[in-house]
């Protein structure tokens, strides 16, 4: 049981290229999430993912796109990276009435 | 102002101490609550979870809510270098959890 997975693990790009940060979970839960996080800022939400074949967008939605691949994936691409951009990014998932679990994360940096 | 307010630290303790963390919120509607533990470089972690007012306590953790006041503890006993993380305090208004407002995190540092 991996729980939370997530692909990959740092990655830098220059401004303007894009990439898509997958995630996976194994717990069969219904709901997916990304986070960013950054120092002073806390985690805050960019989409969000209530059960296979919806998304929303959460707090900080621009700049990215997501896709509920299936029950187990939600991968979240960025179309034109801009170093604002630079966090660390983690996907989560629940079921209803379960706090959120948490992958491991993805360190970016955008020059 | 923040829905929901965490005291960055760092808090500094010698090991054996009785930590408390706090968070304070706005939102009175708020009645779920959690402690998340997140380990340098890794990714936030459940350590308990609580239903509107009182305390409830898991080995060496106890978390207190204090709705009146808008106000949540976590409490660590016979703390460990081991504990040393940042813990972030999180609440929702609904049983599913569907909104889950995060604290930024307090960072704690257990010494030998």
């Known amino acids: 049981n991996a729980g939370v997975t997530q692909t990959p693990k740092f990655q830098v790009l220059k401004t303007g290229q894009s990439m898509t940060l997958q995630c996976a979970q194994d717990?069969?839960?219904?709901?997916m999430y990304w986070y960013r996080q950054d120092p002073g800022m806390g985690l805050r939400l960019i989409y969000y993912s209530a059960s296979e074949g919806t998304t929303d967008k959460g707090e900080v939605p621009n700049g990215y796109n997501v896709s509920r691949l299936n029950k187990r994936e939600f991968s979240l691409r960025l179309e034109s990276a801009a170093p604002s951009q630079t966090s660390v990014y983690f996907c989560a998932s629940s079921d209803f009435g379960t706090g959120r679990f948490f992958g491991p994360g993805t360190r970016l940096t955008v020059l | 102002q923040k829905e929901v307010e965490q005291d960055p630290g760092p808090l500094s303790v010698p090991e054996g101490a009785i930590v408390s963390l706090n968070c304070t919120y706005s939102n009175s509607a708020f009645q779920y609550f959690m402690w998340y533990r997140q380990y340098s470089r890794k990714g936030p972690e459940l350590l308990m979870y609580?239903?509107?007012?009182g305390n409830k306590e898991d080995g060496r953790f106890t978390a207190q809510v204090d709705k009146s006041s808008k106000y949540i503890s976590l409490f660590i006993r016979d703390s460990q270098p081991s504990d040393s993380a940042t813990y972030l305090c999180?609440?929702?208004?609904?049983?599913?959890?569907?909104?889950?407002?995060f604290g930024t995190g307090t960072r704690l540092l257990v010494s030998p």
């Open positions: 999180a609440m929702s208004t609904n049983t599913g959890f569907q909104k889950l407002v």
């Open positions: 717990m069969n839960h219904n709901s």
């Open positions: 609580t239903y509107s007012s």
